[in-house]
């Protein structure tokens, strides 16, 4: 069945310093989705990306969706303590009716 | 977040307990899931309801129960059966009609062994 990898499983990062979290998926994907998740608290919806190519920002988070709608990306430029947490991507799975996420990428900002 | 409920926060369960986590919402969506989340897991679907009087198992439904009496209200029983129920529980539906919509989660409940 359709699975979606994530890398690295954890970062840590000075505060200032770029970060990024990759994710591929074993099919192709009608859209990607990108979740944070806080220490302690529940997943919070950042983005959808739904076209080939497609490129979006929200201030210093930029996401990508591959070519192919296999991969996909989150860049964080210039981390801040405030950018702590965990990042999942989520495709929507074979059944159509539910979403596969990856495991997260943990990231740890120190200042 | 508004629209989802879910109660209680903490539960601690003895062997052999089955203990039912709830979650109700607000938001006249027809559909909800259940996800379990572990530390380094990510999270894995345990069942989903698309209409009331309907639901699906996800990828590790043994152990648990649901039921789906109420448009607003989405049990889920953890039984005895499930030997490792120690986890945090987040209850979810999407945004929109679809099920490819963003989901939107509640405040989620942890459970543990006593």
């Known amino acids: 069945g359709q699975q979606v990898m994530q890398i690295p499983q954890y970062q840590h990062v000075q505060e200032g310093e770029d970060f990024t979290t990759y994710c591929n998926s074993s099919?192709?994907?009608?859209?990607i989705q990108w979740y944070k998740q806080r220490p302690g608290g529940h997943p919070v919806f950042l983005i959808q990306?739904?076209?080939?190519?497609e490129v979006k920002k929200q201030k210093r988070l930029t996401f990508q969706f591959g070519e192919a709608k296999k991969n996909s990306s989150l860049h964080i430029t210039a981390t801040q303590t405030t950018d702590v947490g965990t990042y999942f991507c989520?495709?929507?799975?074979?059944?159509?009716?539910?979403?596969?996420f990856g495991k997260g990428t943990s990231l740890l900002v120190t200042p | 977040d508004g629209g989802i409920t879910q109660s209680p926060k903490y539960l601690f369960r003895k062997e052999g307990q089955n203990v039912t986590l709830s979650c109700e919402q607000n938001?006249?969506?027809?559909?909800m899931y259940w996800y379990r989340q572990d530390p380094g897991q990510g999270l894995r679907l345990i069942y989903y309801?698309?209409?009331?009087?309907?639901?699906q198992k996800g990828d590790i439904a043994e152990g648990y129960s649901v039921s789906r009496e109420k448009k607003e209200s989405f049990p889920l029983t953890v039984t005895s059966a499930q030997k490792n129920p120690t986890a945090f529980y987040l209850c979810?539906?999407?945004?929109?009609?679809?099920?490819?919509?963003?989901?939107?989660f509640g405040d989620g409940t942890r459970l543990s062994i006593l």
């Open positions: 989520a495709g929507l799975s074979n059944s159509g009716y539910a979403l596969n």
């Open positions: 099919t192709t994907l009608s859209n």
């Open positions: 990306l739904v076209k080939s190519g």
């Open positions: 938001l006249n969506h027809d559909a």
């Open positions: 309801s698309q209409i009331v009087n309907d639901f």
């Open positions: 979810a539906n999407p945004t929109g009609p679809v099920a490819n919509q963003p989901q939107h």
